[in-house]
């Protein structure tokens, strides 16, 4: 490559261009834009990348994670943390999102989102929306969510890189990672009704899903989001993405994909 098409073709941040062989084929069984999309919308802990505003240096650190409705991570965090600190000098950061489980943790999926963060101002229109999708799975964070040292970030992703385990890794952009929400504006005005009415009226569906339908054990599954793409469920810190058969954008389609999961359910 000529050093002009190299500067008008950067690669994505966190690719790996030239490092894998050419005749290399992924294994049939993998899908990395589900595993990746999975990851992003079931870890609830990851660690921040962020750049050290004294010296440059990668700033690592622990923060609790959730998604808005099309998938870009969401964090809380203290204005007197050094992560902070140098989000407000630079907003360049990566997440790296892992699964838990047992053997070598090397053997499961883990997910590295990179892009730039940004603050979520109390005032803004997307504030009430992304205070409720984040307190939903981190119900304990509403302890100090009102404090004023605190705020909501989100991440404006511009690539992700999953490593799936031995011969799984790929690079993938934004638009492999996140949910198009561009046509799911009656969905997103009605997701917080249809979860409540979910978790009140239709929590042993909840349950059915977590457990006939993805194999979890027994427990409270309880509905903590919903867009285009599927539905979240969660029972204590464990997190489950249930895909629907088909994308919905409206509250009439997403009755009857939900109604179609619970008899599919039941049938097991």
């Not at 290399?24 to 595993?35: G, I, K, N, T």
């Not at 940004?118 to 984040?134: K, S």
């Not at 009226?201 to 993805?214: I, M, V």
């Not at 204590?236 to 599919?264: C, D, H, I, M, S």
Request: hydrophobic share 40%; net charge negative; aromatic share 4%.
């Amino acid at each position: 490559m000529t050093p002009d098409k190299a500067t008008a073709n950067p690669p994505l941040p966190g690719a790996m261009p030239g490092r894998t062989p050419e005749n290399a084929q992924p294994p049939a069984d993998f899908s990395p834009r589900e595993v990746a999309k999975s990851l992003l919308r079931t870890t609830r802990t990851g660690t921040l990348a962020t750049l050290d505003r004294n010296s440059g240096h990668p700033f690592a650190s622990l923060v609790n994670v959730a998604t808005d409705a099309d998938s870009a991570p969401l964090i809380l965090v203290s204005g007197l943390a050094t992560h902070t600190a140098n989000l407000e000098c630079d907003g360049r950061a990566s997440l790296l999102l892992a699964e838990i489980g047992k053997g070598d943790a090397l053997a499961h999926p883990r997910l590295t989102i990179l892009g730039a963060m940004a603050p979520v101002a109390r005032e803004a229109a997307d504030d009430p929306r992304i205070r409720r999708r984040f307190l939903a799975r981190h119900p304990k964070s509403e302890l100090y969510a009102g404090f004023g040292d605190f705020a909501f970030w989100r991440m404006d992703v511009v690539s992700a890189h999953l490593n799936g385990g031995f011969a799984r890794a790929a690079d993938l952009t934004a638009a492999d990672v996140l949910t198009d929400v561009s046509d799911a504006q009656a969905l997103l005005e009605a997701e917080a009704d249809a979860i409540t009415h979910m978790n009140a009226d239709h929590a042993e569906a909840c349950r059915l899903y977590a457990t006939k339908l993805l194999g979890a054990p027994d427990g409270d599954w309880r509905c903590v989001g919903i867009d285009p793409e599927g539905l979240e469920l969660q029972h204590g810190r464990n997190a489950l993405r249930l895909f629907f058969p088909q994308r919905v954008t409206a509250p009439g389609p997403l009755r009857a994909a939900l109604k179609q999961l619970a008899e599919q359910a039941r049938g097991r």
